[in-house]
């Protein structure tokens, strides 16, 4: 495949997503969980999917799987059977996004992932054991509160009744929205088989961060995953009259949820850590009443886990400490959690020596943002490659690649394919191929 040809695939295939779900005053993206926008990309990953003879299975907890087996990578009925050898490399990505968050974030690793089946075929090569492409659920956790809540169904790290009982912001149970979409709810949980039958994971994903702006590099492998967490405070207060109460009167939740809010920025600081407060909800919110409560998330991150610890103590008893002189309460709830993750070293260190061969030296960076191949981590060996950033922004329609540092990216990926599912020569057959 030649190089225009390559870049006219990717745009094609970038320019048939990229409407889905946008929201057209903002410019950014709300493809939250098992809403119409969620959905379209659903039907997108399946329809890509069979338009190159993959064979596409929806897992109990939701996840889309495509499946490209080693015979002549066309459709085929036998995937359960083929699958079942318990040696597939899995890629891929997911295609949720947060709340007017950018075109990269997931779904470059999914269409990437298309991409370097394409390329790869288009060498006429084919895979010496399975290979599928995933399209996690629900792995920013924008609705329903928790990230990656498809992977850690699927590993166990998430209890099915409690997912089944988390609510979204008007009230509605995950359970509900996934019997609205046509999935069951009931069969949610931990599935062994599928993880027996997939031997490793690579997620390929925008850098969100500058760390390879800085090496001036177009890709990076990645070494690790900061621990991380999400905490929910709930400040409780009096609420009433803002034009009738004196200030020496008021029980003034949000006073305490404002100084919550810098003083972690000041733990953080002094910590070397980070610590965010970005989503927020106000009772009665009201202009001229004051709150009775607000409910705020924190989200805390840290390169060890002794450090995200600290800062999330520090925060808790700031807050606390605060409350008591505003004569207000607070009750803090540990929504989500995950530890550390270093990445196979063994199969880190084969992918970027592999990459290194073909495009010169690759860094090796940490990241502090959370992924799918994190959780999949506890189960497997996995990897993670990131594409350059030229502006560092994530989460934000701003968020960007260059397209010549994307086409890297499926350059890259084609390679680790190749080198880790034994791809072979082949003879190219059918429109499939």
Excluded at 63 to 77: F, H, K, M, R, V
Excluded at 235 to 264: C, I, K, Q
């Amino acid at each position: 495949m030649n190089e225009v040809a390559e870049a006219t695939g990717f745009a094609e295939l970038w320019s048939s997503l990229a409407d889905l779900g946008r929201d057209r005053t903002t410019g950014g993206y709300r493809r939250f969980a098992w809403t119409s926008a969620d959905l379209a990309c659903r039907d997108w990953f399946a329809s890509q999917a069979a338009d190159r003879g993959l064979t596409v299975e929806v897992d109990r907890n939701g996840n889309q799987w495509a499946w490209w087996l080693p015979d002549s990578g066309e459709s085929t009925t036998e995937v359960g059977a083929e699958r079942r050898c318990g040696n597939a490399l899995a890629i891929g990505s997911h295609l949720d996004s947060v709340p007017d968050g950018g075109a990269f974030d997931g779904p470059l690793g999914v269409i990437s992932s298309l991409a370097a089946v394409d390329l790869l075929r288009a060498r006429g090569w084919r895979p010496e054991r399975p290979i599928v492409i995933a399209n996690f659920t629900d792995e920013e956790g924008a609705r329903f509160g928790i990230a990656c809540a498809g992977s850690r169904l699927l590993t166990g790290q998430l209890d099915a009744e409690k997912a089944r009982s988390l609510r979204d912001g008007g009230g509605v149970r995950l359970a509900d929205a996934m019997a609205a979409a046509g999935q069951d709810p009931d069969a949610l949980g931990r599935d062994d088989e599928r993880l027996a039958n997939i031997s490793e994971f690579v997620e390929l994903h925008i850098e969100q961060g500058r760390w390879l702006i800085d090496q001036d590099a177009p890709v990076g492998v990645a070494s690790s995953i900061w621990p991380h967490g999400r905490w929910r405070f709930d400040f409780t207060g009096e609420a009433n009259h803002a034009g009738t109460t004196a200030l020496d009167d008021r029980r003034d939740p949000m006073l305490t949820y404002a100084n919550t809010v810098l003083s972690a920025r000041k733990k953080a600081r002094l910590g070397g850590t980070l610590a965010t407060f970005g989503k927020v909800s106000v009772e009665p919110n009201g202009t001229n009443a004051i709150p009775s409560r607000v409910r705020a998330w924190l989200d805390s991150r840290a390169p060890d886990e002794a450090a995200l610890d600290a800062v999330v103590e520090q925060i808790v008893a700031a807050a606390r400490e605060r409350a008591e002189r505003d004569g207000t309460a607070v009750e803090v709830v540990n929504e989500s959690r995950t530890a550390i993750v270093e990445f196979d070293h063994g199969l880190r260190d084969k992918i970027r020596k592999t990459l290194t061969g073909v495009f010169g030296p690759v860094p090796q960076l940490p990241t502090g943002a959370g992924h799918d191949a994190g959780i999949l981590a506890a189960e497997l060996p996995t990897a993670m490659l990131f594409v350059r950033n030229p502006s560092g922004l994530s989460h934000t329609p701003a968020e960007h690649a260059e397209t010549a540092d994307c086409l890297t990216g499926v350059a890259a990926l084609a390679e680790v394919v190749a080198q880790l599912a034994g791809v072979r020569p082949g003879t190219n057959r059918g429109s499939g191929a």
